[in-house]
């Protein structure tokens, strides 16, 4: 089995940036094949490691969105000081981090991939009492990648902190909220074969961005961790596309 660098990276390049954010229970390794790939042509690239992520679930539990959010916002401060213009890219809640960023911060575009506009699951809405009385959860939804080597690219917690999943519920109520704020270019990003987040997510973050310029793009052969899925490739090169297309110079 592959030994993955759980580490964040960072990738210097020319003067546009490009942040690249995990999804939750993940690490940086769900994204650094496609920060190579940006890398590669000529865009300086950061990925971060989330607060709680790519340690323990232990380390986990001592978390919330705040210290999630504060990670990425850490590493944008980070590209801003290098770069003349940043882009930023997440995966799942990764994506929802690059929709809240964009809220409230001057960007030059973002890309967001499998952001869950709302958990279908209708035990989702009793976790905020549920954290008080049950500490862990383990996840039972089968994988839906469709590249069978996929899961040797991926790092995540086998159990889950009940407080965790209650606090991305805040996220992703507040992400929704915001999402009128958003004034920035913007790729929305959907695997169809995506067991993990709602169908209709996508377009649901596509109808309430504020932005005048956003896309939305439809990947049929891909599950939720689109970054290392079969269609990866052509998910990197659709990024790289949206950011040449709005970089300025």
């Known amino acids: 089995m592959k030994i993955l660098d759980l580490n964040p990276f960072f990738f210097e390049g020319g003067p546009t940036g490009c942040l690249l954010i995990h999804g939750f229970s ?15 042509k000529g865009l300086t690239v950061l990925g971060v490691r989330l607060a709680g992520h790519g340690t323990s679930p232990e380390d986990m539990a001592t978390t919330t969105w705040r210290d999630w959010v504060a990670s990425a916002e850490e590493g944008l401060r980070e590209l801003q000081g290098r770069c003349d ?15 809240h960023l964009a809220a409230h911060n001057p960007l030059d575009g973002i890309v967001a991939m499998a952001a869950p506009a709302y958990i279908a699951d209708w035990r989702f809405r009793f976790l905020p009492l549920a954290q008080y009385f049950v500490r862990w959860l383990t996840p039972d939804i089968e994988s839906d990648l469709t590249d069978p080597e996929a899961e040797e690219r991926l790092f ?52 309430e961005l504020g932005s005048e310029e956003k896309e939305i793009v439809w990947w049929p052969n891909s599950g939720h961790c689109i970054t290392v899925d079969s269609e990866r490739q052509a998910v990197w090169a659709r990024a790289y ?3 040449a297309n709005h970089s300025k110079g």
């Open 26 to 40: 993940g690490s940086p390794p769900e994204m650094r094949p496609m920060g190579e790939f940006l890398a590669a």
């Open 85 to 99: 213009q940043v882009f930023v890219a997440g995966l799942s809640m990764g994506g929802l981090i690059t929709l």
């Open 156 to 207: 995540s917690y086998p159990v889950l902190p009940v407080r965790c999943i209650a606090s991305l519920r805040q996220l992703i109520r507040l992400v929704r909220r915001e999402l009128p704020q958003v004034k920035v270019p913007a790729l929305v990003v959907q695997g169809e074969k995506d067991h993990h987040v709602p169908a209709d997510s996508a377009r649901i973050i596509f109808e």
């Open 241 to 243: 596309q949206f950011i």
